[in-house]
């Protein structure tokens, strides 16, 4: 019996946890998971950490296979997950169709939530979309930083924020209800991937891993956790 170490973003965090019991009763192999921010996941990487899988964005990925640290072989990619808006639930659902819709709902919010820019892709796009939305000023004091793992979901649920901007996968949860995606010209869409590090002292069982999350019978799991269909 294998233990298999996989560091992971947030994003795909209720999918594995559907999937992996199956995974473990049919290889017989064991998953332990280290779900964290992209920045800490990095951290811990640069720190000679030694997962034995990846389980990040594709550009991420890309680079860490280039500087040698993820094989190029067995890689594959997972899903697409795009920025929903998430209020409390049964509360009002605000109007997301237009960039300026969007401006409009974080104007009247009295506190929105996100991830820390730098932390997250999804916070860094949202930190970004801030500034080009000319609201930046307007925001300052208004706006909690904090990733949906780290508890930003539930600063909505509870109604201390009114907006949680995160990837959808991650904020299928109760007490709250998705209003939207961001429309596209504002959107961020993520594709996710799993590589097997090089590192990693049982290649072959984060191949069959990779292999297992990315078979098509489970495609449903992963549609219903929030993630698209990779890209064609």
Known sequence: MTTLRVFSGGAPKEVFLALTPSFEKQTGHK?????????????KLAAGEKPD????????????????????????????????AVVKAGR????????????AAMLQARAIAFASPGATPSGTHMGKLVEQLGIAEQMKGRIIHR??????????????????????????????????????????????????????????????????????????????GGFDPPPA
């Not at 998953?31 to 951290?43: G, H, Q």
């Not at 899988?53 to 997950?81: C, E, F, S, W």
């Not at 009002?92 to 401006?103: E, G, M, R, W």
């Open 31 to 43: 998953v332990d998971y280290v779900f964290a921010v992209m920045s800490a996941l990095k951290d």
């Open 53 to 84: 899988v990846l389980i990040m964005p594709t550009n991420i990925l890309d680079g860490y296979q280039k500087d040698g640290v993820a094989l190029a072989q067995h890689r594959a990619v997972l899903g697409m997950v795009s920025i929903s």
């Open 147 to 224: 990733p949906a793992l780290e508890g930003g979901v539930q600063l909505v649920a509870s109604g201390e924020a009114e907006i949680g901007f995160y990837p959808k996968s991650e904020v299928i949860a109760d007490g709250l209800d998705i209003a939207g995606p961001l429309p596209a010209p504002i959107q961020l869409s993520t594709i996710y991937g799993a590589a097997v590090t090089i590192a990693s002292a049982a290649p072959e069982a984060g191949a069959a891993f990779i292999a297992f999350m990315t078979n098509a019978k489970n495609r449903s799991v992963w549609t219903k």
């Open 92 to 103: 009002q659902k605000p109007d997301l169709s237009s960039p300026d819709a969007v401006k």
